[in-house]
C-alpha cells in the first residue's frame, strides 16, 4: 500500500451540493479549496466560497465538467494537491483517476482497478463471489448469444432476468417469464444496453419474485482498514428508480443487519478498497444476495 501524502490543497471537479459539502469538509480539516466551473455556473455558491475557482469551458458538461485536459490543467496551475470527484460526472471514469495518478495527484476516491472491476456488474460479480459474498444465481459470465442464453435460462429454470454488465437505472434489463419471449427480450436488452452504455455485454440472473433492495454504506482507507456506515432500505421504486430510502431498514432482525454490515465491511476489507462506496444487495426468504456497488461516495443523503 502506498504511503499517504498530506493534501493541503483540494481541487472539486464537481459543482452544487457536492462541492459544497467539500468545500465545508476542507475547512474542518484546514485544507484549501480550487473549483473549476462552466461559464454558466460562474456565479455559483461553490465558486464564491471556495479559495480558488477556476473556469474551464462553456455551459455543456462535455465541454467542462468531462472535460479531463481542463481538469488537470486547473489543478497543475493551481498547484492542487488531489483531486475530488463528487458524485457523477468523471467519478465513476476509471481512465479519469488513472490519468489523475499519472499526472502526481492524489485521487480522492477508489482506485483506478477498483472503478474498473467493480464497474463492470459481470467482473463486480465474480470478484465478490470468489471473496465470499452471496450472489443471485445466474450466468458465469456475460451471454455471447441468444442461443447460449436460453440454454442458460432453461437450466436455471424461469423467470430469469438480462441484465446489462455496464448498465444502471433499470436499462438494459429485461424480465423473461417464458422461454417463448426469451430472444426478443434478449435482443431488447442488448440494444437497449448498447444505446445507453457504448456496450451491449448482458449476463442472465434467476429472478427473484419479491426482493427487498437493501443498500451498504462502506468506508476503507489506505492502511486496510474497512467499515459500514449502516443500512438503507431502498424497496420503494418506480421504473428501477428508488423514490424512498430509510435507514435503518424496518424488516431486518438486529441479527440480519449485523450479518449483512459485516459481510459488506469484510468484503471491502479484503478486497483492499479505499474511499466510500455502496454494496447493493437483494434480500428475499432471509437471504441476501450482492447486487452491484458503486464505488463513489453515495448521492443520497438521509433526512432526520
Known amino acids: 500500500m502506498s504511503k499517504a501524502k498530506k493534501i493541503k490543497k483540494v481541487l472539486i471537479a464537481n459543482r452544487g451540493e457536492i462541492a459544497l459539502r467539500i468545500i465545508r469538509a476542507c475547512r474542518e480539516m484546514d485544507v484549501q479549496t480550487v473549483v473549476v466551473h462552466s461559464t454558466a455556473d460562474a456565479s455559483a455558491m461553490a465558486v464564491r466560497l471556495a479559495d480558488e475557482s477556476v473556469c474551464i469551458g462553456p455551459p455543456a458538461a462535455r465541454d467542462s465538467y468531462l472535460n479531463?485536459?481542463?481538469?488537470l490543467s486547473a489543478a497543475a496551475l493551481t498547484g492542487a494537491d488531489a483531486i475530488h470527484p463528487g458524485y457523477g460526472f468523471l467519478s465513476e471514469n476509471e481512465q479519469f483517476a488513472r490519468m489523475v495518478e499519472e499526472h502526481g495527484f492524489t485521487f480522492i476516491g477508489p482506485t483506478p482497478h477498483h472503478i474498473e472491476i467493480?464497474?463492470?456488474k459481470v467482473m463486480a460479480k465474480k470478484t465478490v463471489k470468489g471473496l465470499g459474498l452471496p450472489v443471485v444465481p445466474g450466468s458465469e459470465g456475460g451471454v455471447a448469444s441468444a442461443d447460449e442464453g436460453l440454454k442458460i435460462a432453461k437450466d436455471m429454470g424461469f423467470p430469469v432476468l438480462i441484465k446489462a454488465a455496464s448498465g444502471g437505472g433499470g436499462k438494459g434489463m429485461q424480465v423473461v417469464r417464458e422461454e417463448k419471449e426469451f430472444r426478443e427480450r434478449y435482443n431488447t436488452a442488448r440494444a437497449?444496453?448498447?444505446?445507453?452504455?457504448?456496450?451491449?455485454t448482458v449476463?442472465?440472473?434467476k429472478f427473484l419474485e419479491k426482493p427487498?433492495?437493501?443498500e451498504i454504506q462502506v468506508f476503507g482507507d489506505m492502511h486496510g482498514n474497512a467499515i459500514h456506515l449502516g443500512e438503507r432500505h431502498c424497496s420503494i421504486?418506480?421504473?428501477?428508480q428508488k423514490l424512498v430510502e430509510e435507514g435503518p431498514s424496518p424488516i431486518l432482525t438486529e441479527k440480519q443487519r449485523e450479518e449483512i454490515?459485516?459481510?459488506?465491511a469484510d468484503t471491502i476489507r479484503k478486497l483492499g478498497y479505499r474511499g466510500a462506496g455502496t454494496i447493493e444487495f437483494l434480500f428475499e426468504d432471509g437471504k441476501f444476495y450482492f447486487m452491484e456497488m458503486n464505488t463513489r461516495i453515495q448521492v443520497e443523503h438521509p433526512v432526520t
Not at 437497449?192 to 451491449?200: I, L, R, S, T, V
Not at 454490515?261 to 459488506?264: E, V
Open 68 to 71: 479531463i485536459p481542463s481538469i
Open 237 to 240: 421504486q418506480r421504473r428501477h
Open 118 to 120: 467493480m464497474g463492470d
Open 192 to 200: 437497449e444496453a448498447k444505446a445507453n452504455f457504448g456496450d451491449d
Open 261 to 264: 454490515g459485516t459481510l459488506a
Open 203 to 205: 449476463y442472465i440472473e
Open 212 to 214: 427487498r433492495h437493501i
